[in-house]
């Protein structure tokens, strides 16, 4: 079992930043990738960056592109999302998850979730 702890989320002014941090524990060793996704009320689970395990590959989606960053504190098995220019749109709860399987930035690879962090930007 992997056990997955996020922090962070909060209110901010839209054009703001908030860290994302996401800790993880227990059997992490067969950890592949780690990504962070949102959920906003009514749409569907979306991946916003991934991450590989040794901190490589960091992968974004389209939206947040030059706004959101994923990085990786391999001595601290924590990985963290900044997140700069906020927007309205980017209001959700976010997630970090990990993936056991291969590269992909698909929920359906990801095997193990946090409890989520709320993430409201506001006008």
């Known amino acids: 079992q992997v056990q997955l702890v996020e922090s962070g989320g909060g209110l901010v002014q839209a054009g703001g930043s908030l860290r994302l941090s996401c800790a993880a524990s227990g059997r992490t060793a067969s950890t592949y990738a780690m990504g962070w996704f949102r959920q906003a009320p009514g749409k569907e689970r979306e991946c916003v960056a991934a991450?590989?395990?040794?901190?490589?590959?960091?992968s974004y989606a389209d939206s947040v592109k030059g706004r959101f960053t994923i990085s990786r504190d391999i001595a601290k098995n924590t990985v963290y999302l900044q997140m700069n220019s906020l927007k309205p749109e980017d209001t959700a709860v976010y997630y970090c998850?990990?993936?056991?399987?291969?590269?992909?930035?698909?929920?359906?690879?990801?095997?193990?979730w946090g409890q989520g962090t709320q993430v409201t930007v506001f006008l």
């Open positions: 991450i590989t395990w040794s901190g490589g590959r960091p």
């Open positions: 998850a990990v993936n056991r399987r291969s590269w992909g930035l698909d929920k359906q690879l990801y095997d193990y």
